[in-house]
Structures are given as structure tokens and as C-alpha cells.
């Protein structure tokens, strides 16, 4: 998997693919206070629950919508829609849409 170097321009398109035996993700940056992931799910696809210790997420949907089941209750997001999670709290992402779906989650380091 290429990590791009901070700074790179990336051209997403060109690493949006999708599975059928699992969801796809792909490390785009990575530095000593960030992630930038992209995440690929086939409609019905999940990825079980996780979570980011130390870390806060922003997630941002690119395509399709999901349903994320946070400690807090279910988040559903859709195209162009943005969510802050807390770190410490596990989430398990969802494709509820019958399309493809696309999304970037962004993690920072806390303290």
C-alpha cells in the first residue's frame, strides 16, 4: 500500500475500488499526528465496530450513505455530509444504500 507524502496532491478516483469478499481501504497520508484513509463499501457491506483511542474522526462521505452505530446511538450520513466521532468510541460503518459508497475518515491525535 503507497502512503502518499504530505503535500502530494491525490487523485481519489484512481483508488476508489470495491470488493466483493470484503470492504476496500486505502491509507492515503499518514504523519505523526494524522490519518487520511479512504474506505470502499459494496452496498450491505460493514466493517464491525472499532474504535481510534487518542485519536479524534471526521468522517466525510463522498458517495452512497451509511450508517455508522457509534457508543452514542446510530449516525446515518449520505453524499457530502460530514461527521465528527470521538476516538475512544467504537464505530461500525455500514453501506445502507443500494450503490457503492465512498468515504474519507481523517484521524488526529488528541493531546
Known sequence: MHVHP???AVQLEAHIKFRDDRPHTHKLYQT???IVELVCLRPGQSIRAFEHRNREAFVHVLQGSFRFTPGEGDAELHAGQVR????NQPVAPRN???????F???L???G
Not at 465528527?84 to 476516538?87: E, H, I, T, V, Y
Not at 445502507?96 to 465512498?102: A, F, Q, R, T, Y
Open 6 to 8: 504530505p503535500g502530494e
Open 32 to 34: 505523526a499526528r494524522s
Open 84 to 87: 465528527f466521532f470521538a476516538g
Open 96 to 102: 445502507m444504500g443500494e450503490e457503492p459508497g465512498v
Open 104 to 106: 474519507l475518515v481523517t
Open 108 to 110: 488526529v491525535k488528541t
